[in-house]
């Protein structure tokens, strides 16, 4: 078989692992070839038992059409979801389901030169203790903060940016292909994709972490910007409180609205005599620091509810501004804040209703994710599989694809 008919078939699996089920009409649609061409193409995916036959489609008048999936074990995705201070190392079948424990790793990202070497040792034992053969690992997707090129494999930020490629020590280390791109951004790619701005032309994703990330889904595809640092949103200057940003800035939306801003401000009031259910809040373990204070809150916690709703309403002030600008038709509030759920909504949509013009908010929707704080992770895993039918491939899979 030629190289561009393998390539072919890695765009069918590519399509299929996207959409779930999907006839060979429709699969003809989606990569602009003949019927015929397809047809062959699935027929030889069902015969090396990558591709299965998965019923009928609905009924549109006529004969229902066959559809098929992709057999979710054919391949793994390794999803590495980073933060500043946390990683998580996750192996994802084609069905986007964890098949191995997810390794949890404190891995400080700031004055941390050695954080890139850390990484990729962790890496090399999560694959060496994974019980899966390489060969039937499609890639490495990685999703960190920071300004990230994914093209020339460098976060500016973080990762010792001035002495290594990242997607080059990674792939040199494990043996795998890597790809990287920022958090928010991948974040925005597995709503997209996956979760609630699916098949959208026009939506704004907010990743609620340590700092507030955005992604944008613009004209049907996803916007990164000239450098690929689009959707810095937690940088946009909203306030004269004298607060210095990690940015080095002051006054950013971040410095008001982020949960390590809502954290420390649990725990300073609280020291204060403020009443309410939280216990034991430490600055050390920010991230049981932030699951306890949107626990509360959705219990019904008075003290956590206004936190919360403090920094709803600013982070509505700052989608205000990007209604304005871009005009999108939905806004997912995602990441990790989504657990916290529906308690966001009413806050922003009370700093919609001050702040923007009626006529152009007027039909915007306001999602949580339904993905929440796994949406990293599966962005992490779409990103490998959004560029499968452009990623080498391991010398037996291709031999496979080729046969």
Same mark, same amino acid.
């Given at each position: ?30 990569? +602009? %070839? ?38 979710? +074990?054919?391949? #793994? ?5 980073? +933060? ?12 986007n389901q964890v098949v191995a424990k997810v390794e949890r790793i404190e891995l400080s990202l700031q004055l941390n030169? $050695? ?14 203790n994974a019980g899966i053969d390489k060969e039937k690992i499609a890639g490495i997707g990685i999703g960190m903060p920071g300004f990230? +090129? ?33 958090? /928010? ?23 609620? /972490? ?10 049907? /595809? ?20 004298? %607060?210095?940003?990690?940015?080095? %800035? ?58 919360? /709703? ?9 989608? *205000? ?27 922003? $949509? ?10 152009? *908010? ?10 929440? #704080? ?5 962005? *992490?895993? *779409? ?18 694809? #080729?046969?």
């Open positions: 078989m030629s190289e561009k008919q393998a390539i072919y078939k890695k765009s069918l699996i590519k399509h299929l692992y996207f959409n779930q089920k999907l006839s060979c009409a429709e699969l003809s649609a989606l990569t +602009d %070839k003949s019927l015929p061409h397809t047809a062959r193409a699935l027929n030889e995916l069902v015969e090396e038992g990558i591709v299965r036959e998965s019923g009928h489609a609905m009924s549109t008048g006529g004969r229902r059409p066959q559809v098929y999936a992709v057999n979710p +074990d054919i391949m #793994y995705v390794i999803s590495v979801a980073m +933060d500043q201070f946390i990683t998580h190392i996750s192996i994802l079948d084609l069905a030169p $050695q954080a890139l070497q850390e990484l990729g040792r962790h890496l090399s034992h999560f694959i060496l990230v +090129d994914g093209q020339k494999g460098i976060n500016y930020s973080f990762l010792n940016p001035t002495n290594n490629n990242i997607i080059n020590y990674i792939e040199s280390v494990t043996g795998l292909p890597v790809l990287i791109d920022n958090d /928010s951004s991948l974040i925005a790619l597995a709503e997209w994709k996956l979760g609630a701005a699916r098949n959208r032309r026009n939506a704004v994703v907010v990743n609620i /972490s340590w700092g507030i990330g955005l992604g944008m889904i613009l004209n049907g /595809s996803l916007f990164r910007g000239q450098n690929g640092f689009a959707g810095e949103f937690s940088h946009i200057p909203l306030f004269t409180n004298n %607060k210095i940003c990690n940015c080095g %800035k002051m006054g950013c939306l971040e410095t008001e609205t982020s949960l390590q801003v809502i954290a420390e401000k649990a725990i300073q009031g609280l020291k204060e005599g403020r009443t309410s259910i939280l216990k034991n809040l430490s600055p050390e373990h920010l991230e049981e620091t932030s699951k306890a204070i949107m626990e509360a809150a959705v219990k019904g916690d008075k003290y956590a509810v206004e936190l919360l /709703s403090q920094a709803a309403y600013h982070i509505g002030r700052g989608i *205000a501004i990007l209604i304005h600008i871009l005009n999108p038709g939905l806004i997912v509030l995602s990441g990790r804040g989504a657990l916290a759920g529906r308690l966001w909504l009413a806050p922003v $949509q009370q700093a919609l209703n001050e702040h923007c013009i009626p006529k152009i *908010a007027e039909h915007i929707e306001i999602m949580i994710s339904p993905l929440g #704080y796994n949406a990293e992770r599966l962005g *992490a895993a *779409a990103l490998i599989m959004e560029h499968f039918d452009e990623l080498p491939m391991h010398r037996k899979k291709q031999e496979l694809l #080729y046969a």
